[in-house]
């Protein structure tokens, strides 16, 4: 330990530190610095501790046994168990472990005394926590922590007594040999007055193992086949069931892609009825803006010019008239007495007339 204000204990050392009477501080190892007038410093080892006992008593058939163990405990770590273990002992460990020794034997003859011979003998994991919990209590007040209590040895101490212990098991063990070599000795008289009917007993017995052993194997067959044939039909139905939502899938996809067809040819037929009424509204406006150009053309064409592209349009028409031959007669006169319009018409109204009869010929 260093002097001065400064205190430190080992590694394997508890070191408590005391002022007025109570615990201030304690640990293992501890390193501190203290009041040399207030303060006082204890310190003693941490390591487990190994007592060992040996206690002799009678059982309650009175019958002498000897008991052989150790005990092994540390200092209490929770809460002030340093300190209690140094208010009761101090810093001399020889005094506690031979004062641990004498409770511990203490223990073992209060045991051993209201256990019977056969407990004590057989029952050491009832006695080591037996012998355990007296210890615990009885060392509560010191500091001490039990660690583990061990039986090293149980000795009766009559060697009689033991021998006789062991007797009813030889005795057992004999009777036992005895019977069975008097089953042997029968079953030899036996097989030999009666091998050949033992024979066929075992045979007969060898077949009816036989029958049985095949009457089960035709019953596991039979009944392998029923759960294998249940379990495909199970497997049938499964797949039934499978064919059965991909058909309905099937058929929803279809009618989905029915549906969307409809709609995309009403779609369509919209589209081209919008076309439609669109080239209408074109045409139309074009027609009348033809209409709008050939009037007014026309307003600013003379008569004679009036006439002359009524012939060329009545042309066009009867170009598309299967016809061999048209005549056109002029009925007008060299001197034209009358007007252009008066002129032309005949003309015209001759050529028409001449066309339809050719045409009604054909």
Known sequence: MGNGLYKSAALNEWMIVIKNGELKKSGIGLKTFINPVSDTVATFPSSVNKVPFCAEQVTKEMQGVQITGVVMWSVNRIDDGPFRFYK???????????????????????????SSIKEVMSQRDIMRTTLKKGIMEAVQGWGMWIETVELTDVKICSRQLFEDLQAEFRQEANLQAQRLKMMTQQKVTEEKLSSDQALVEKRLQSEAIL???????????????????LKLEVEEQKLHSKQMEIERAKLQQ???????????????????????VTLSKILHDSNLDNLKETYTLESSMSETSKQFKILENAKEVYKTLKLSNITLHNYVGAGGGGGVVESILPAFNSFTEACNTVAEKK
Do not use: C, P
């Open 88 to 114: 009761y002992a101090g810093q001399d460990m020889e005094a506690a472990n031979e004062n641990l020794r004498m409770v511990s034997e203490s223990i073992v003859r209060n045991a051993v005394a209201n």
């Open 211 to 229: 029958s049985e052993k095949r009457v089960t194997a035709a019953s596991e067959t039979k009944l392998m086949e029923s759960r294998m044939k």
């Open 254 to 276: 279809q009618k989905e892609i029915a549906i969307e067809k409809i709609k995309m040819k009403e779609e369509l037929e919209r589209k081209e009825l919008d076309l439609k």
